[in-house]
């Protein structure tokens, strides 16, 4: 289903950043190792921020997975993501979707 709907233009998979503010979020409540699997970040079809920092993130993620560090990175592309989290209300539909053919 998320395939057909990412070939029609209908979804686009989260930031890495979204990625990143579960993570921290997660260990910064919850007293349990909390792992993210990256298989996927920075392609067309995973989580993606810009070509800067794509795979640096990735990386850190990695690491952040052994330790179990909050994430602490920057890069322009964050500004545009924050300003997509702030708006994204503005870009839904409000009409409820009853049933979407499968063919």
């Not at 709907?5 to 209908?10: A, M, N, Q, Y």
């Not at 990735?58 to 690491?63: A, G, L, S, V």
């Amino acid at each position: 289903l998320i395939e057909r709907l990412w070939r029609r233009g209908s979804y686009n998979p989260p930031w890495i950043w979204s990625t990143i503010e579960v993570i921290n979020t997660i260990r910064q409540n919850v007293k349990i190792p909390a792992l993210m699997d990256t298989s996927g970040f920075g392609s067309r079809r995973g989580p993606y921020n810009c070509k800067k920092c794509n795979k640096e993130l990735k990386h850190r993620i990695i690491d952040s997975n052994f330790d179990q560090s909050q994430i602490e990175y920057d890069c322009e592309c964050k500004k545009e993501w924050i300003a997509e989290v702030k708006f994204s209300d503005l870009n839904k539909s409000k009409t409820p979707i009853k049933h979407l053919p499968l063919y």
